[in-house]
């Protein structure tokens, strides 16, 4: 079988460019035993990926000029050569970029049975579902009557921590960069959302957050961070998710400026990796599809259409084009 | 009986200077029922006071100028009011800055039994030594074999946190300003002291630190912090207790430009205060006392003598003058 894949082509400098990303067309081998040949349905694109582009060390290896990228993917069994999966098996992987793939089916993962759409294993059931809901829960603490302040809360991790947060009697406040994420996060029942690109992000968050701010999730960094830092109550929980302001900086930009109330407010400012939390993939999985079944947990998804069309969806995530899950249908 | 006071004339802007400091005389009243006479033999001047020098909301209220400034001392009854005070009892109290003071009986603590001198319960027994006891083993959570670094390492928190973690088995890196601080923490059993003052910083502790830091206790702030983050392992845990480089800031200061590692290697970085680890303070003299006892736990001292010379022992904190824990005789 051919199929076409997404390399990358040379290391972005500051903002990535579609010049950045090749196509690439190859021939996926039959599966030899123990192994299946899936076709991908769906991909995922996510801000982290932008880390894994720079050549260095970090918590996971830098992808590789001239190779396919990876990412999360849900696809279905073609051929498969292995007891564990026939063919027309969901399953999910860390193979995306790609129209089709042959692997061990030890390394797959099948989709479990249930009534949510295959691509939601790649959001609110996902790695970004369990990094809200891990980040929030395990590191933010929140308490009813407390006040959780979301950076990026129309994106695929945001939207989930505020509507948890909502869930677990919190006051929230999300900041999106767009009036349509507002309008959505307000139909969820969120408390309060500011227009950064409005500016006088500190005076709109102040007045949005009058008891001052318990609880952090930031997925943004730079301004939005000093705002928090500013606007935090003493033994405030920071969760520090993502940075994606500065994810393409090309000199490393200052820090706040008043990182200080770190020591007088006797601030927690903790940074995670989603894997340290996979021990609570059972109750999260529960605990996500009670809230869906009750109408309390929703989503969105913004996708675009073919692998060539990745590099093109990758790239806006950095304009803040998606709102919730940015996706790749791929058949 | 008439005693002198140190209060605040004006407010410092930058660093404190001799001018916003005034002496002055007053009658200490005869103690009213419950109350005590007590007169101060040691007092202590501690960085933390310049952030009360700043009229803020802080987790301490603000001095109040033409008012005595307030800190930790320790004096001797006088004359008592109360059955559980008689004369010649050594107390601790808040009511530093000043020869002799009146208070409730029940606002002072007697000083435990202990062949300590009573000026160790203002340094390794006291508030320094709390500070370094539970910020080092409840927040960074060393493990034998990691490595610690600890900026102020001659200070009186730092000195204590230095020689714990050795207890701990930790590989310990200090950063003092002066060499004859190196030579004293290097006969403590410090295995690498870095003088910040020789210039090229991050070098010099990535060579003391050859497998990175996992524990960065942190005095200082500014650029001890931007390399600590750059030097950081996963997983580091980041003990915020002070930030000295900071404290007479004019301007706020940019924060370390490598602030989105503590994303990236998933850093815990948490500030503090003393008070919330009071329940340790039991299981802390026994621990402190008993090192003591060992010869495994050793303090320094820095004594100016009179109460008009207490504002130029606080000035001195700044000039990094102290070695040790930074006192001044009054009696």
Redesign the interface.
């Known amino acids: 079988m051919r199929a076409r894949e997404v390399r990358l082509k040379s290391r972005p400098v500051g903002t990535p460019a579609p010049e950045n990303f090749e196509i690439a067309e190859v021939e996926v081998p039959a599966p030899g035993p123990g192994a299946a040949l899936v076709r991908n349905l769906w991909m995922s694109v996510d801000p982290y990926m932008r ?1 894994r582009m720079y050549d260095r060390k ?2 996971v290896p830098p992808f590789q000029i001239g190779e396919a990228l990876q990412g999360g993917a849900v696809g279905q069994v073609v051929e498969s050569n292995d007891p564990s999966l026939k063919p027309g098996d969901l399953v999910q992987s860390m193979l995306g970029w790609r129209e089709a793939f042959t692997a061990p089916a030890a390394s797959l993962e099948k989709l479990p049975e249930s009534n949510a759409p295959p691509q939601a294993y790649l959001g609110v059931l996902g790695m970004p579902g369990l990094t809200a809901y891990a980040g929030l829960l395990e590191i933010g603490q929140p308490k009813a009557g407390e006040t959780v302040f979301v950076s990026g809360g129309a994106g695929a991790v945001g939207s989930v921590v505020a509507q948890i947060a909502k869930i677990k009697g919190c006051r929230v406040v999300a900041s999106v960069g767009a009036e349509e994420k507002a309008q959505w996060l307000k139909s969820l029942g969120v408390d309060a959302v500011v227009n950064y690109k409005n500016g006088g992000l500190l005076a709109a968050v102040q007045a949005a957050a009058p008891n001052g701010i318990d609880v952090y999730f930031d997925n943004v ?1 730079g301004e939005h ?1 000093e705002v928090a830092l500013e606007l935090a109550n ?1 033994f405030a929980r920071f969760v ?4 994606i302001s ?1 994810y393409n900086n090309t000199e ?22 989603v894997i ?1 939390f996979q021990h609570l993939r059972g109750q999260f999985l529960k605990d996500m599809t009670g809230w869906i079944n009750e109408g309390r947990l929703k989503w969105e998804e913004t996708v675009e259409h073919g692998v060539e069309n990745a590099p093109a969806a990758f790239l806006k995530l950095f304009s803040g084009a998606n709102t919730g899950k940015m996706l790749v249908k791929l058949a």
Chains 1, 2 share one sequence.
Do not use: D, H, T, W
């Open positions: 880390g970090s918590y960094g961070l003493p520090e998710c993502g940075m500065q490393p930009a200052p820090g706040p400026r008043n990182l200080i109330y770190v020591v007088g407010k006797s601030i927690k400012m903790q940074g995670f990796i340290q």
